[in-house]
DNA sequence: GTTTGCACTAACAAAAATGTTGGTACTTCC
DNA sequence: GGAAGTACCAACATTTTTGTTAGTGCAAAC
């Protein structure tokens, strides 16, 4: 069993890695720790995410076991997803970066440059 | 001014999580972290990654402060990246989530289900 | 004197991510 | 009776990302 290194293009944790930090993984993340969530729950949650891209993501998380999913068989559906134990543990480490790239927001110079939107190409 | 908040989809933080999540970002800044680097060489210490993207992505953490780039107006091109204040501390954060993915490969279901990379190289 | 390395960029092409629309089957609220 | 909410999926369209190729200008190695 060779050492796992996301340096290594061909390392399955590469594949994880771009799951956790992928544009709605991210996010998904941050939202489950704080506790059990419904589907349109986790939608209002997080801002711009579609349908869409919310179950898809979630279903990738959860084939990486991280986030458990839920069904109850009633009428009206009822799903709930939450973290599984290693889903916490990573969860507080993307958490963990988040906050401090909020917390650092003012020493961005491409936020600063006061551009609300994509400079990009005009 | 409202408070960052990267669950608001307009916040600017948003933009830089995205920037340094990207599927490069993280693996530059974790690069980087190990001290400075050339392009050349963060090229080939990074798997997979295209001149095109490497530059891109650089450019990109750059404009957000995270790295420093350093050019010495020499024949054959001499250039210099490496981690600002404010990159280190990212960094630090990126590079304690990548640890906790790789060190926890073995948990993680997609992956022990032998479907993806290639199998047998241990 | 031909190849190699350096640090890129521009143009184009392909692949992947993401959005949009419409539908399911039923219930509760107005 | 009509609208809205639940938790999605499938098909299609668009956007974004990523890769490929070719080229720059010069120097050192072969």
Known sequence: MHLPDVMNENCPSRRVL???TSRWGVLILIALQGGTLRFSA??????GVSERMLAQSLRLLEEDGMVRRTAHP???PHVEYDLTLLGEEVAARVK????????N???IPSVQAGDAGDP???
């Open 42 to 47: 986790l939608r209002r949650r997080i801002g």
């Open 74 to 76: 009633v009428v009206p």
């Open 18 to 20: 771009n799951h956790v």
């Open 105 to 107: 927001l003012a020493r």
């Open 96 to 103: 963990a970066l988040a906050d401090c790239l909020e917390g």
């Open 120 to 122: 990009g190409r005009t």
